[in-house]
């Protein structure tokens, strides 16, 4: 049971590039989120999802997109990088539902806009 | 709403003595209530996890949490502190209700003295 797979680990890209960061969970959970968490603060969320076909803006939506074409993955796609992107992505997933569960998270994802 | 507010952004403690880290939440609903630890460089691992069942919480390494409904708290505590335990701690909140996602407090970094 792997859980939570972000790729890649670590990146560097140049201002102007575009990239996805993957994230797929074997779970089976109805929930996902992207989170970034720059150096000393906490976690931000950039948008969730609370089902195949269903995403929604978290606090720091600006320059991220998302999709959710399966249960399994949840991409999310910087267009034009930029310095203020360098971060570290968490994924994660939870059941969800009326009785909502404990998140599960990924290794994360270090990105370095230069 | 759901929020939750982590007291200390920083607490230090000598070896060997007691931890304690603060969290008050904010809910309409019984929420849900979970402590996340994230060491250096690492992701996000679950320590605990208050669902509605008992109020006394036992988690991972020696750590637990009390839910207290009266004073909408859940703070951590250590009966003696390890050095492996200086992390960062997120106190998080999972409402009742669905299709909402869960709310991070800002973290509490922990520093253990030798």
């Known amino acids: 049971n792997a859980g939570v797979t972000q790729t890649p680990k670590f990146r560097i890209l140049k201002i102007g590039q575009s990239m996805t960061l993957q994230c797929t969970q074997d779970m089976n959970h109805n929930y996902m989120y992207w989170y970034r968490q720059d150096p000393g603060m906490g976690l931000k969320l950039i948008y969730y999802s609370v089902g195949a076909g269903i995403t929604d803006k978290g606090e720091v939506p600006n320059g991220y997109n998302v999709s959710r074409s399966t249960t399994e993955d949840f991409p999310l796609r910087l267009e034009l990088a930029a310095p203020s992107q360098t971060s570290v992505y968490f994924c994660?997933?939870?059941?969800?539902?009326?009785?909502?569960?404990?998140?599960?998270f990924g290794q994360g994802t270090r990105l370095t806009v230069v | 709403a759901q929020s939750v507010t982590q007291l200390d952004s920083h607490v230090s403690v000598s070896e060997g003595t007691p931890v304690l880290l603060r969290c008050n939440y904010s809910?309409?609903?019984?929420?849900?209530l979970f402590w996340y630890v994230q060491h250096p460089n690492k992701g996000l691992q679950l320590l605990l996890k208050y669902t509605s069942a008992a109020t006394l919480v036992k988690g991972i390494n020696g750590f637990e949490a009390e839910f207290k409904k009266s004073e909408t708290s859940f703070h951590l505590t250590k009966p003696s502190a390890h050095m492996s335990d200086a992390a960062e701690y997120f106190c998080v909140v999972a409402p009742f209700s669905g299709n909402t996602p869960l709310v991070f407090g800002k973290g509490t970094r922990l520093s253990v003295i030798a």
């Open positions: 994660a997933s939870s059941r969800g539902g009326q009785t909502n569960t404990e998140a599960f």
């Open positions: 809910s309409s609903y019984s929420p849900s």
